[in-house]
């Protein structure tokens, strides 16, 4: 019988420590969760959240590539979509032939206004230079045609009292008929140097002709260039790149369908560009201030705990926000609590975690 009692005695004593043992398990395991309880404010009313980003074309036209999918993984600068761009570019070599033509024109203008230039400017020197020497000559024959009255009127008086031959005096006449012709050749030759001066200065004009014409041709250079700019522009627009290194949500277009300008063509996020938006009961609100440390448990990967911090308290309920009101015609009432919005931004990217992903937080407060 002692064997018995002793055996007993034993397993009692066993039960009793692996009992109390797993009492102090329980209570530490329970002290821990009141704790955890009484510090933290926890809500599994929360989803993340996150950037995304509609894609759509400026422009009109058909869709001629579309090389991704929903879920592909892309990174910026990468092309999404193009749209058919043949009529643009078709328009840009017109353009562009304009353009060189227009500028073949140009130098030849150029070349025709220093060529008209040089030539009506010499031109236009030599005449002024006769024009000078015929004013000069038709001075000096006035000088001597004065000189040859004074002389003829001297010579006849002195004839008519005999002291000179009537053939000195016809000698004056002479000298006299001689220096007026001289005087109407001189104001001939100035008249047509003047007539000659004028030719050469309307020859000048055309310089500033051409000009006027090379400062129109510049202006439409200058069309022609604004207008291709402006294609360039559409031919970039038809070209959709990725603004973001992530992966593309959803796609509304397909392949050789016709889409309108600024219809959207795909969606696109940012994992790195995410949060938590978590609905706090306002009876808990108060607990809560910018900076808090915060565990998050995504309810996809339940083993894994990420942290976070509260950047945002939100300052309306999300009642507010319902699409449906709320009336209350009968009168009758119950009071529901409501709940804030709070953002809660990761301490590091969570690349496995996608926007509406449901998760629960636990905001460390401190104590109650």
């Known amino acids: 019988m002692k064997p018995l009692n002793w055996n007993f005695r034993i397993g009692r004593t066993l039960f009793v420590i692996v009992l109390g043992i797993t009492l102090m398990l329980c209570a530490i395991w329970m002290t821990h969760w009141l704790h955890f309880r009484l510090t933290h404010v926890i809500s599994d009313d929360a989803r993340v959240s996150g950037e995304v980003t509609t894609l759509s074309s400026r422009v009109a036209g058909w869709v001629s590539s579309l090389p991704v999918i929903e879920g592909d993984a892309i990174r910026t600068g990468q092309v999404l979509a193009t749209i058919d761009n043949r009529d643009t570019r078709l328009k ?6 304009q353009l060189e033509s227009s500028l073949q024109q140009r130098q030849a203008l150029e070349a025709q206004i220093a060529q008209t230039d040089a030539s009506t400017r010499g031109d236009l020197g030599n005449v002024q230079g006769k024009l000078e020497s015929a004013t000069a000559n038709r001075e000096s024959i006035a000088q001597r045609l004065q000189q040859a009255r004074a002389d003829y009127r001297r010579t006849e008086d002195l004839a008519a009292r005999h002291f000179l031959s009537p053939q000195a005096l016809d000698q004056a006449r002479t000298t006299l008929n001689q220096a007026e012709a001289q005087l109407r050749q001189a104001e001939g030759d100035i008249a047509a140097s003047r007539g ?3 030719a050469a200065q309307g020859q000048r004009g055309q310089v500033a002709v051409l000009r006027a014409k090379l400062d129109a041709n510049s202006a439409d250079t200058k069309q022609i260039r604004a207008q291709i700019a402006a294609l360039d522009a559409e031919l970039e ?5 990725s603004p973001v290194d992530g992966f593309v949500v959803m796609t509304f277009a397909r392949k050789q369908e016709y889409t309108q300008a600024g219809q959207r063509l795909m969606m696109v996020h940012d994992p790195k560009d995410q949060w938590v938006e978590a609905n706090i009961k306002e009876t808990d609100i108060a607990l809560l201030k ?8 995504a309810s996809a990967y339940p083993d894994k705990v990420l ?6 308290l939100g300052g309306a309920a999300t009642s507010q926000f319902a699409l449906l009101p709320d009336p209350n015609p009968t009168g009758n009432f119950t009071k529901i609590t409501q709940r804030l919005p709070v953002r809660i931004t990761f301490d590091t990217p969570a690349p496995a975690l996608h926007p509406g992903m449901m998760v629960e937080v636990a905001i460390e407060h401190g104590s109650r």
């Open 237 to 241: 627009d038809r070209v959709i790149k």
């Open 290 to 297: 910018l900076g808090q440390k915060v565990e998050i448990r």
């Open 307 to 312: 942290t976070g911090t509260v950047a945002r």
């Open 92 to 97: 840009r070599a017109a353009l562009e032939a």
């Open 196 to 198: 000659s001066f004028a």
